[in-house]
């Protein structure tokens, strides 16, 4: 069986978590290919609520084995800390399996990441603080240290010393805060090691292998197209690759295993932390989207940036990662306007332009271009096929897809899991 993406088309908190625990039933292995405790996933099921950070959605569904892959950046007391609430809740965890190659965010990472923000003042990128940046820069500069390197004492020494050796001179010398020492960065981590080796494997060898048995592979991003640091509003982005090619990177399985990329689409746009955002509202109908889709970030507790829906965007989205699937997700926030604006191109300059600019000037001076589609006043939460949407919303829909470059094949009407709409099957 083939392995299938599912991605963020815009700036993440589009809903990814409703769309993999939908798809639970229907797959063997739900991967977690990059990014750290710097997104959060929410997945409602009956009256529970559970806010994921580190762990893959498909730790919810009895059936599937979730994995951390290779590409992810891992605070251990954050995953384990995050592992035992759910084992208070009732939900299994021991299925859980961790790439040996992950990279472990330790106490410097988060205190640079903080302090450093701090510094930027004005110029700030908008970090969550949680050290996900310093740990993914570590790693390509070659001293990030891997979970496999909690198992073998001197390795992890000498790999703390060499970090440590360098991250002082900043911390006292330029941002004139206390060192770290290489003992209390030790001891914390060792502890670490014995609760974590029952989960720590070669994911990617176990991947391929569920592969070639004909198993379903679900590969879960984090964050959201937007967000990839190559191919997001850098460098207002996040620290790795959200999109498709990432999703090969940061699981070890080859990019010709994947068939299927599914791109996770919000009704309107929302966006965290700084940077560029062409159909932001500042008025009434922002703060209503905002209070009416329960705009605040799960991991960060800060309130979205809300506007109307962007078709550049999502067009860029289908370029970028080879979509072949939309998953619409809260279509229902936008019940009761009478008129709903679509983004469908920008003025930059005093020119039409169609596509994302290129250019970090250009999309800052981007003005969005707006058709006016009618809107619907029904409730939509009980519609179990798109023939049960009012007209306006179905013609919403429609004109989506029709902008976007992809079929939108499935529609989330409520936050409820079974308040979605399958136009078809995603998976077979």
Same mark, same amino acid.
């Given at each position: 069986?083939?392995?299938v993406?599912?991605?963020g088309?815009?700036w993440?908190?589009e809903?990814?978590?409703?769309a993999?625990?939908l798809?639970?039933?229907?797959?063997?292995?739900?991967? /977690?290919?990059q !990014?750290g405790?710097? #997104?959060?996933?929410?997945?409602? +099921? $009956?009256?529970?609520?559970?806010? *994921?950070?580190? &762990?893959?959605s498909?730790i919810?569904?009895?059936?599937?084995?979730?994995?951390i892959?290779?590409?992810?950046?891992?605070?251990?007391?954050?995953?384990?800390a995050?592992?035992?609430?759910?084992?208070?809740?009732?939900?299994?965890?021991?299925?859980?399996?961790?790439?040996?190659?992950?990279?472990?965010?330790?106490?410097y990472?988060?205190?640079?990441?903080?302090?450093?923000?701090?510094?930027?003042?004005?110029?700030k990128i908008?970090t969550?603080g /949680?050290?996900? !940046?310093?740990?993914? #820069?570590d790693?390509?500069?070659? +001293? $990030?240290i891997?979970?496999?390197? *909690?198992?073998? &004492?001197?390795?992890?020494?000498?790999?703390?010393e060499?970090?440590?050796h360098?991250?002082?001179?900043?911390?006292i010398?330029?941002?004139?805060?206390k060192g770290?020492?290489?003992?209390?960065?030790i001891?914390?981590y060792?502890?670490?090691?014995?609760v974590?080796?029952?989960?720590?494997?070669d994911?990617?060898?176990?991947?391929?292998?569920a592969?070639?048995?004909?198993?379903?592979v679900?590969?879960?991003?984090?964050?959201?197209?937007?967000?990839?640091?190559?191919h997001?509003?850098?460098p207002?982005?996040?620290?790795?690759?959200?999109t498709?090619?990432?999703?090969?990177?940061?699981s070890?399985?080859?990019?010709?295993k994947?068939t299927?990329?599914?791109?996770?689409?919000k009704?309107y746009?929302?966006?965290?932390g700084?940077g560029?955002?062409?159909?932001?509202?500042?008025?009434?109908?922002?703060?209503?989207?905002?209070k009416?889709?329960?705009?605040?970030?799960v991991?960060?507790g800060?309130?979205?940036?809300c506007?109307?829906?962007?078709?550049?965007?999502?067009?860029?989205?289908?370029?970028?990662?080879?979509?072949t699937?939309?998953f619409l997700?809260?279509?229902?926030v936008?019940t009761?306007?009478?008129?709903?604006?679509?983004?469908?191109?920008?003025?930059?300059?005093?020119?039409r332009?169609?596509?994302?600019?290129?250019?970090?000037?250009?999309f800052?001076h981007?003005k969005?271009i707006?058709?006016?589609?009618?809107?619907?006043s029904?409730?939509?939460?009980?519609?179990?096929?798109?023939?049960?949407?009012?007209?306006?919303?179905?013609?919403?829909?429609?004109?989506l897809?029709?902008?976007?470059?992809?079929?939108?094949?499935?529609?989330?009407?409520?936050?409820?899991?079974?308040?979605?709409?399958?136009?078809r099957d995603?998976?077979?």
């Amino acid at each position: 069986m083939p392995a299938v993406v599912l991605l963020g088309a815009q700036w993440g908190d589009e809903g990814k978590g409703k769309a993999t625990d939908l798809l639970g039933d229907q797959v063997d292995y739900v991967v /977690r290919y990059q !990014g750290g405790n710097n #997104a959060g996933h929410t997945v409602v +099921i $009956g009256d529970q609520r559970y806010a *994921l950070h580190l &762990l893959p959605s498909g730790i919810l569904s009895p059936n599937v084995i979730p994995v951390i892959g290779n590409g992810v950046v891992i605070d251990p007391a954050v995953l384990l800390a995050e592992i035992k609430g759910l084992n208070e809740r009732g939900i299994n965890t021991s299925k859980l399996k961790i790439s040996t190659n992950a990279h472990l965010i330790t106490p410097y990472h988060r205190t640079i990441d903080k302090v450093s923000e701090r510094f930027l003042g004005k110029s700030k990128i908008g970090t969550t603080g /949680r050290g996900i !940046g310093p740990a993914y #820069a570590d790693k390509i500069n070659r +001293i $990030g240290i891997r979970v496999q390197d *909690l198992f073998d &004492l001197s390795i992890l020494k000498q790999k703390v010393e060499a970090a440590l050796h360098d991250k002082n001179q900043i911390l006292i010398k330029v941002f004139n805060r206390k060192g770290i020492t290489v003992d209390e960065v030790i001891d914390e981590y060792l502890d670490y090691a014995q609760v974590l080796k029952p989960y720590v494997t070669d994911t990617s060898l176990l991947l391929d292998q569920a592969l070639s048995q004909g198993k379903v592979v679900l590969l879960e991003g984090s964050q959201g197209t937007l967000l990839d640091v190559d191919h997001g509003t850098y460098p207002f982005v996040t620290s790795s690759n959200p999109t498709a090619g990432g999703a090969s990177t940061g699981s070890g399985i080859g990019p010709t295993k994947i068939t299927r990329v599914i791109g996770i689409l919000k009704a309107y746009t929302t966006r965290v932390g700084s940077g560029p955002f062409p159909t932001e509202l500042f008025d009434a109908d922002g703060e209503a989207l905002r209070k009416i889709g329960g705009e605040v970030g799960v991991t960060t507790g800060r309130n979205r940036r809300c506007g109307w829906f962007d078709a550049p965007i999502a067009r860029y989205a289908v370029r970028i990662n080879g979509l072949t699937d939309f998953f619409l997700t809260k279509l229902d926030v936008l019940t009761g306007w009478e008129k709903i604006p679509v983004c469908v191109a920008y003025e930059i300059d005093g020119l039409r332009v169609e596509e994302l600019p290129a250019s970090q000037t250009d999309f800052h001076h981007a003005k969005p271009i707006y058709e006016y589609l009618p809107g619907w006043s029904e409730n939509i939460s009980k519609a179990k096929s798109v023939a049960d949407l009012p007209k306006n919303a179905q013609e919403y829909v429609k004109f989506l897809e029709k902008i976007s470059g992809a079929p939108i094949s499935a529609i989330g009407v409520g936050p409820g899991r079974d308040e979605t709409i399958v136009v078809r099957d995603l998976i077979k």
